[in-house]
């Protein structure tokens, strides 16, 4: 049995500058930074003087991530949210399968763009429901998305009887993009949708957890504890680096932890 044809399409993404997928691995990063600082290094025993603060820590953490690892694993879960949340809205199923993402060099005039197929049934079942409307909101998008302004040039043509011309199976990914935009409703709140379907449980975290290395992290820390303690013993020659000590630990005197 031959396997079902598949065509390109360009996902409809917000992108990693400055949006609010990449607010959400900077929270979690300031969040981590801000638990290790405040409470980890006191859970682990560390003492008071040696315990490397929320400033250095972020530093740490920034220097020791691989960002790029961290967006692409969260995109490929934004495709997979994508094609629930749409799949629900048109009452058809997209079965989306995830192909690439592409970062501009610059994030001047472009974007993180999201590539995944899609069975070239499920396109041609919406260009039969644009059909169906006539084309006429296929046609209005189209006119938004491809007719040339100031600084703006097409390489598409912005009539859609010059679309249609041409066989729906050799439509590029942008063309099959804009048939799926414009067969979509309002997008404020899917976005919206799309968003916490894409961060809701641990997804988002481990996107960014598995790009940090963990054990760069604790050498660095390490690195700046002893900065801390040099500092002290240029204070106080007389100084000596306590032993690590957990504050949870029974005072065998008072009874108490700590």
Known sequence: MSEEPRISVNLPFPGFYNSLYSSEIDDIEQQEAEYFSEHRQAEDGVP???RVDQDKVTEILFDVTDYSSAYLALAKTYAAAFDDVVSAELDLKLSLVWEEMTSPREYNFETDRIFCSMPLSVAEELLRRSEAGEHARLAEVIRERFT????????????????LEKPLEDWDHNEVGTLLAAMMDDPNDRNLTIYYTTVRGEGAYDA????????????????????LAEALRADDLSYTQPPPRCDRTVDMFT???G
């Open 148 to 163: 040339s302004r100031p600084g703006f040039s097409s390489f598409y043509s912005n009539d859609i009887a010059d679309w």
């Open 48 to 50: 008071q003087e040696l």
């Open 255 to 257: 009874g108490r932890e």
């Open 208 to 227: 960014w957890s598995n790009a940090v290395d963990w054990e760069a992290f604790d050498r660095k820390v390490e690195e700046a504890r002893e900065e």
